[in-house]
T-cell receptor, first 113, second 114 residues
Framework: AQTVTQSQPEMSVQEAETVTLSCTYDTSESDYYLFWYKQPPSRQMILVIRQEAYKQQNATENRFSVNFQKAAKSFSLKISDSQLGDAAMYFCPATNRDDKIIFGKGTRLHILP | DTGVSQNPRHKITKRGQNVTFRCDPISEHNRLYWYRQTLGQGPEFLTYFQNEAQLEKSRLLSDRFSAERPKGSFSTLEIQRTEQGDSAMYLC????????????FGPGTRLLVL
């Protein structure tokens, strides 16, 4: 079974600053994939970034980057130059080869103007 | 492509009534997933299809819930004899088949059972 833990229910960051959201997971699978999704107040889930567990290189997507520590089963998201539009719930689900996504409880990110 | 769409966006019903939701996936995607999300929680997996075949159902999916994807395109999720505990957001997602494919989510159907 897979589990995902997001230990920060809420976080706040000043606009233009950098924030890191933490995520840990537990899986016995050797082949799995990790994602960060954001869910703005309108509630449509949007993919932010994706990481294949077999790749050592951390994924990067514009202002978003991950720090993937496979041995520690840690998968944090760094948001640089935070913008008001980044305010949302953030989820870091994991999926195995059956592609069933397991979500944690999420982290609500507030952007302070 | 306009993405995953879901209808209706909101549904208010009385306890004991039946409701049906529809999901139209991205047209090239052969996998379709249903999730349920309650306030303050992450989505919980309910079931998924590959083409028209329902491959897995969560134990969360009681006998009152049924899902279909008759032609491998759109899907419906029906809840019979609704209960107040069924109040939630019901999310649909679609993807290509294959390991680790990104799931694209629809806007959801918010159900309120009075």
């Amino acid at each position: 079974a897979q589990t995902v833990t997001q230990s920060q229910p809420e976080m706040s960051v000043q606009e233009a600053e950098t924030v890191t959201l933490s995520c840990t997971y537990d899986t016995s699978e050797s082949d799995y994939y990790l994602f960060w999704y954001k869910q703005p107040p309108s509630r449509q889930m949007i993919l932010v970034i994706r990481q294949e567990a077999y790749k050592q290189q951390n994924a990067t997507e514009n202002r978003f980057s991950v720090n993937f520590q496979k041995a520690a089963k840690s998968f944090s998201l760094k948001i640089s130059d935070s913008q008001l539009g980044d305010a949302a719930m953030y989820f870091c689900p994991a999926t195995n080869r059956d592609d069933k996504i397991i979500f944690g409880k999420g982290t609500r990110l507030h952007i302070l103007p | 492509d306009t993405g995953v769409s879901q209808n209706p966006r909101h549904k208010i019903t009385k306890r004991g009534q039946n409701v049906t939701f529809r999901c139209d996936p991205i047209s090239e995607h052969n996998r379709l997933y249903w999730y349920r999300q309650t306030l303050g929680q992450g989505p919980e997996f309910l079931t998924y299809f590959q083409n028209e075949a329902q491959l897995e159902k969560s134990r969360l999916l009681s006998d009152r819930f049924s899902a279909e994807r008759p032609k491998g395109s759109f899907s419906t999720l029906e809840i019979q004899r609704t209960e107040q505990g069924d109040s939630a957001m019901y999310l649909c997602a679609s993807s290509f088949s294959g390991s680790g494919e990104t799931q694209y989510f629809g806007p959801g159907t918010r159900l309120l059972v009075l």
